[in-house]
């Protein structure tokens, strides 16, 4: 069984990239004002799928869309999400990065069969070799 802390750090990745995220948005104020709320955090999401897999791709999203309505939609500093253009927006949000999850998901429990075949392969051809060692030896 693996350690809890390595258990964990996919879901500090969520943490994390959404925050990072989040900040560097705020940054982009000046260039981007209120446009466009979402561009970092969909980037986030898309690193902690790839990274951590679905499940701490789904964190990401529910942190995302708190992180959002805090700190970059109109309503800055509460947690209202006003207007019509603010709400579908908000549903397009969370639509689209589910999306991403699902294939970043997707992607990230690929890679880990490939490993684990990989692995397991390796394993077995070891095995293979010493068998033929022994028998060689045994002849």
């Known amino acids: 069984m693996r350690n809890a802390s390595v258990l964990l750090l996919p879901y500090g990745c969520a943490?994390?990239?959404i925050a990072l995220a989040t900040w560097v948005r705020r940054l982009l104020d000046p260039a981007?004002?209120?446009q466009f709320p979402y561009a970092t955090i969909f980037f986030a999401v898309l690193v902690t799928a790839w990274y951590g897999g679905f499940r701490p791709a789904v964190v990401s999203i529910i942190l995302g869309a708190f992180s959002s309505i805090y700190f970059l939609l109109p309503s800055r500093g509460g947690f209202a999400v006003e207007g019509w253009d603010q709400q579908v927006g908000m549903v397009l949000y969370l639509s689209t990065s589910l999306g991403i999850?699902?294939?970043g998901g997707g992607m990230h429990a690929a890679r880990r069969w490939a490993e684990?075949?990989?692995e397991s392969e390796r394993?077995?051809?070891e095995q293979l070799r010493i068998a033929e060692t022994k028998r060689a030896e045994a002849e």
Do not use: E, N, Q, R
């Open 101 to 103: 999850a699902l294939l």
């Open 15 to 17: 943490a994390v990239s």
């Open 32 to 34: 981007l004002g209120l």
């Open 116 to 118: 684990a075949s990989a």
């Open 123 to 125: 394993h077995y051809l």
